[in-house]
């Protein structure tokens, strides 16, 4: 398969498709992504958005925001959204954004980044260190908090 991975400035006409394609894996209102994604694109801030394409298609992507629902408000910004489509898994994309979003962060002088995830032993593959658990938003479960530096 022939995948690309861009920045959302990089496509900024994607813009409306990306809003609607996360809100419909995470369940948050396309309103927020399009905010988000708007400060992204007018510079009011680094935190960005990665995708990766298959033709015209978005199978894979994330952002990075200040803070992922979490009650860790002192680490920031974190990688969110993090999603790639069940036929597409498998193939290193979501590894191949996360080194992009890393890489793309770092050299904007921000570093470290944060997650917050359920998923254990995927994240260490791309030299994410587990940091310490966090208290998600209205969750009444701990999650695990990783840090790439």
């Known amino acids: 398969m022939d995948y690309r991975y861009l920045t959302l400035r990089d496509r900024p006409d994607l813009k409306y498709a ?3 394609w996360f809100h419909t894996k995470w369940g ?3 309103e927020a992504y399009l905010e988000c994604m708007d400060a992204y694109l007018r ?3 680094e935190y960005g958005w990665y995708l990766c394409l298959c ?3 978005i199978v894979g992507g994330m952002g990075v925001i200040e803070n992922d629902f979490h ?3 002192d680490l920031s910004p974190n990688v969110c959204a993090v999603y790639t489509e069940a036929e597409h898994r498998g193939r290193g994309i979501a590894g191949k954004l996360l080194d992009m979003t890393v890489d793309d962060q770092r050299a904007k002088g921000i570093s470290p980044v944060y997650l917050v995830t359920d998923h254990t032993g995927f994240y260490e593959k791309y030299g994410w260190e587990f940091y310490c658990m966090a208290q998600g938003d209205g969750e009444a479960e701990m999650t695990r908090l990783y840090i790439h530096r």
């Open 18 to 20: 990306a809003a609607e």
């Open 28 to 30: 948050v209102p396309v």
């Open 43 to 45: 510079g009011q801030t």
């Open 55 to 57: 033709g015209d298609r």
């Open 71 to 73: 009650n860790r408000k």
